[in-house]
């Protein structure tokens, strides 16, 4: 059950960055 916390932990890694890899997207098209 670690491994699972670990992994919900890097999803929710994963989310932001993608996140904020959109934002930044956005900003540079502007």
């Known amino acids: 059950s670690a491994s ?3 992994d ?3 999803n929710e890694l994963i ?3 993608n996140s ?3 934002k930044c ?3 540079l098209k502007k």
């Open 4 to 6: 699972n916390d670990s």
């Open 8 to 10: 919900k932990q890097t």
């Open 15 to 17: 989310h932001r960055l």
């Open 20 to 22: 904020l890899i959109e």
């Open 25 to 27: 997207k956005t900003l």
